[in-house]
């Protein structure tokens, strides 16, 4: 083990956020640091120690139903009159055939414009028992559910969007599409979908009846977003119904997805030795109960921020960057689970690595988690480079580019960085710069590695002429060893480098 006398703890913060689904509490969804306390593991350490680690998740909070006792009455009443009035229009058969076998297919896709490798996860199955409160049980003998004092148990599939929830949602990232093929008996629009909790009135939903009888509900969808479709028509099996979003009882996107028989009996759609409800399952392909999975990979100019609901999450994410930047690398799953290695990479253009880690879980299951370690980036390796994160046997590469591999923003007017004065130098060296407009800078000493040695100034600057002076000295007050670093001047949306020789 190559970096054995290495291997130092790193305390990585956690970084607690609320999810909150249909089930909303009475505060809007929040982020809270939690200093001290890792849960995470890390194995073999980074050449390098990073300039910040963190990691955090999602924790479900189950107060409210997503669907009132009143709501659910009022549905099926509505239900029954559209069925009632499409057989009478000869658009729904009189009788169902009941032995119409209705396999279901998962009832979400990507949007074509979305490349990630994942982006749901499951937080709340159907609570299989009917008393209340705090009895669950879901079809696999687990308690992935939750019930109410009021006589509430959840009766559906809530399968949330992440990362970035809001943000797929206002861009139609995840789309709702149908689990099976039938006729629309029900559809409903244009209700507020920037929910944040109970009381959100009705939601957008489309209800689907099937050649068996059965009736798969698909709710909490983005206003305006579901298909033009009317009821009566009819609609083939993964044809698009809307977009994921928070309406009605919900205080973050996602899908409720409700199943009944031909007799409105309730139905589990997983197969497991739990449920009580119906003796088969109804997916085609059941995905397991646990369903780990990178979902993503980011590289952030900043962390990620999780503004409280329903407010768009900011990602700070950037792919092209200068030698010197600071970068964070953050990797998003779903399903988590105790002790599961991630195996974290970062690759020059050249295929080489520059750095490489490993870390693992120490709690339970997180049903949604992001991580990030951040680092300066290194002179001389611009190019195209790669964070590859490879984790339960999958491996997914994100490319981002460092320097003039991309048409990266070239310094703006004449702002420029003049040759330092001497260099090599000893003990000190002038540098001076121009700048072709006024504004933020940062000017710093970087060695090879990327490593900020020394930041000269961080101001803001009149436009014209400016000198700092290095003396070698670090920002820790150390002194610099002899050796090549480099100046670094950082104005808005640009940077230039220039490389110097400390001689002693
Ligand atoms: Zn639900």
Sequence with gaps: ???????????????????????????????????????????????????????????????????????????????????????????????????????????????????????HGISNFVDQDATYPNHLLDYNCGTRTYDLSGGYNHAGTDIFTWPFSWLKMANDDVEVVAAAPGVIVGKYDGYADHNCGFGGGQWNAVYVQHADGSTAWYGHMKSGSTTPKNVGASVAAGEYLGVVGSSGNSTGPHLHFE????????????????????????????????????????????????????????????????AGDLVYFATYYRDQLQNQISTYQLLKPDGSVWQEWTAWLNVPHYAASWWYWSWYLPFGDDGVWKFRVTYQGQTVEHLFSVGTATAAPSVTGTTRLHPAEPNPFNPATSIRFTLGDGGPIDLSIHDLAGRRVATLRRDVLEKGEHLAVWDGSSDDGATAASGVYFVRLATAGASQTQRIVMLK
């Design 1 to 119: 083990m190559a970096h054995r006398s290495d291997r130092r703890p790193l305390l990585l913060p956690l970084t607690l956020a609320l999810l909150s689904l249909c089930w909303a509490p009475a505060s809007p969804a929040r982020v809270v640091e939690v200093s001290g306390v890792p849960a995470a593991g890390l194995g073999q350490p980074p050449a390098d120690p990073p300039l910040a680690a963190a990691h955090g998740y999602w924790e479900v909070d189950r107060d409210v139903p997503c669907v009132t006792p009143e709501q659910h009455a009022e549905i099926e009443a509505q239900l029954a009159a559209n069925v009632a009035d499409l057989r009478a229009r000869g658009l729904l058969p009189e009788t169902a055939d009941k032995e119409a076998g209705v396999l279901l297919q998962w009832p979400l896709r990507a949007a074509a414009h979305l490349d990630d490798p994942g982006y």
């Design 259 to 322: 199943l009944y028989d031909n007799l409105g009996q309730l139905v589990d759609p997983w197969s497991g030795p739990c449920n009580s409800l119906n003796a088969d399952g109804w997916w085609a392909e059941q995905r397991p109960y646990y369903d780990p999975a990178i979902n993503a990979l980011r590289t952030h100019s900043a962390p990620p921020v999780w503004p409280s609901c329903p407010n768009t999450e900011i990602t700070n994410e950037q792919i092209h960057y200068q």
